[in-house]
């Protein structure tokens, strides 16, 4: 199935709903870097097979979103037309609102977990991961009662740092804080997390995930 539709209007609707848009979005901005660019240079700038370049050129050129002229020198010279810079603004546009929408539903995740924690009586609590899910997470658990009184990571380059009011301890602290609950607050790492605390740290408070 092509990448791109054949018109403008089309081409817009259908990438838009395509795994690859962020791949086209990028894949624009080095065209306007610099126009003549070989399609290698271009796959290598992107992580990508030359193939799937060669693919998407084709298809952005005759969906009128690139331009290619003077083919008699290689690498051929690349031009955005006006069309594409206001079809990668639409990209642009569509991926940040769908960032947002997932911080807006994780904020939500996180608020829904603590606030369950707090009923059910928790109010000692330590973040397991010192990245921006936690830092996300410890103003929504003030604002619900709890009282995080550490926050510990695997990673010995964040131990130490300052996260808010606390700074970040090894995972072995946990047990000498007594919390009454850990929080996971990684997403990524979320399984390893929970066998470690179950084989090493061996602490019996509970374990919970955003």
């Not at 690859?20 to 240079?41: D, F, M, P, T």
């Not at 695997?154 to 946990?174: A, E, F, M, N, Y």
């Amino acid at each position: 199935m092509p990448l791109l539709g054949r018109s403008g209007a089309c081409g817009l609707k259908h990438v838009a709903e395509q795994p690859n848009s962020e791949l086209v979005e990028l894949l624009i901005v080095e065209l306007q870097r610099g126009s003549n660019v070989s399609q290698r240079a271009l796959a290598r700038r992107l992580g990508v097979a030359v193939g799937t370049v060669n693919r998407l050129l084709a298809e952005m050129v005759a969906a009128g979103y690139v331009q290619v002229f003077n083919r008699g020198v290689r690498p051929f010279a690349y031009k955005v037309t006006n069309d594409g810079e206001r079809y990668r603004r639409r990209l642009s546009l569509e991926q940040y609102s769908s960032v947002l929408g997932r911080l807006r539903r994780l904020e939500e995740r996180i608020r829904s977990t603590l606030g369950e924690l707090n009923k059910r009586g928790v109010k000692r609590v330590v973040f397991y991961g010192a990245g921006e899910v936690m830092e996300a997470t410890y103003p929504v658990a003030r604002e619900v009662g709890l009282d995080v009184i550490g926050v510990v990571d695997d990673d010995t380059s964040k131990q130490g740092l300052r996260k808010w009011s606390l700074v970040v301890g090894p995972p072995r602290s946990i047990n000498d804080l007594r919390p009454d609950a850990v929080l996971i607050t990684t997403v990524r790492h979320a399984e390893e997390i929970h066998l470690k605390i179950d084989a090493a740290l061996r602490s019996s408070v509970e374990v919970r995930e955003l």
